[in-house]
Nanobody, 124 residues
Framework: QLRLVESGGGLVQPGGSLRLSCVVS????????VAWIRQAPGKEREGVSC????????DYADSVKGRFTISRDFAKNTVYLQMDNLKSEDPATYYC?????????????????WGQGTQVTVSS
C-alpha cells in the first residue's frame, strides 16, 4: 500500500531537462504528502520539493526554485518532478518519499517512507 516506484533518471547535459516519476497508490495521493529528496555522495541529504495531500500546495528548496516543478496526476497515481536547466550541482540519487499528515508539506519535514531512488547525472 505504501509502495513507491521512481523512474526517469538518466544522463543529461547541463541546461537540459528530465522528468522524474513516482508511482504510488491512490491511498497515498489522498492522504500523504509526497516529496522528492536527493542524496549526492559526500553531500547532505536535501529535500528538493514536495506537494501536499490536502490541497496540492507545494514547497521548493531555494536551490531549485524556478527550475524544478512538482505535480501530481490522480488518474495515473503519479507524482512528477520536472527538472529544467539542470546544473552541475544537481546530480544525485533522487528519492520519492511520503509523510502521513494533514499539514501543508515542507521540504524540511521528516519523510519516513522512501522509494528505491533514481539516478540523475549531469555531464557534458
Amino acid at each position: 500500500q505504501l509502495r513507491l516506484v521512481e523512474s526517469g533518471g538518466g544522463l543529461v547535459q547541463p541546461g537540459g531537462s528530465l522528468r522524474l516519476s513516482c508511482v504510488v497508490s491512490k491511498f497515498v495521493l489522498d492522504y500523504y504528502n509526497v516529496a522528492w529528496i536527493r542524496q549526492a555522495p559526500g553531500k547532505e541529504r536535501e529535500g528538493v520539493s514536495c506537494i501536499s495531500a490536502n490541497d496540492g500546495s507545494t514547497d521548493y528548496a531555494d536551490s531549485v526554485k524556478g527550475r524544478f516543478t512538482i505535480s501530481r496526476d490522480f488518474a495515473k497515481n503519479t507524482v512528477y518532478l520536472q527538472m529544467d536547466n539542470l546544473k552541475s550541482e544537481d546530480p544525485a540519487t533522487y528519492y520519492c518519499a511520503i509523510e502521513n499528515t494533514d499539514l501543508f508539506c515542507s521540504v524540511r519535514a521528516n519523510y519516513p517512507d522512501w522509494g528505491q531512488g533514481t539516478q540523475v547525472t549531469v555531464s557534458s
